[in-house]
């Protein structure tokens, strides 16, 4: 069974910083391509990062050069920092992971998300201005 817990979420001020981790177990490491979603209830689910089994991570342009997504050497532990927090990312994020390679690739602006099939419960993460 593949499970996700996300952890890591809060409350900051709007210019802060968090780091979410995403602990990962039964997973199978080949091929692999895990993600970063965010959203706020009644909304779209909106990709935050992405990374594969080649390390190669994709950013989305809301959050170029303020957001990284990394792994811990064991690749148990799937982690997002992200800095200089607005009031409008106020959301819940969660970790996905593929149980197939997007067709068109592991990054945040592939054409369907149908290949993410396992699912975390999510981490709310509440920005005040």
């Known amino acids: 069974e593949v499970t996700l817990v996300e952890s890591g979420g809060g409350s900051v001020s709007a210019g802060g910083s968090l780091r979410l981790s995403c602990v990962v177990s039964?997973?199978?490491?080949?091929?692999?391509?895990m993600a970063w979603f965010r959203q706020v209830p009644g909304e779209k689910r909106e990709p935050v990062a992405t990374?594969?089994?080649?390390?190669?991570?994709t950013i989305a342009d809301s959050v170029q050069g303020r957001c990284t997504v990394s792994q811990d050497n064991d690749k148990k532990t799937l982690f997002l920092d992200i800095h200089n927090l607005m009031p409008e990312e106020t959301d819940k994020y969660y970790c996905?992971?593929?149980?197939?390679?997007?067709?068109?690739?592991?990054?945040?602006?592939?054409?369907?998300?149908?290949?993410?099939?396992?699912w975390g419960r999510g981490t709310q993460v509440t920005v005040s201005s």
């Open positions: 996905s992971a593929a149980r197939w390679p997007p067709r068109d690739g592991c990054r945040t602006t592939t054409t369907s998300y149908m290949p993410f099939g396992y």
């Open positions: 039964g997973y199978r490491w080949q091929s692999w391509c």
């Open positions: 990374m594969n089994d080649n390390e190669m991570t």
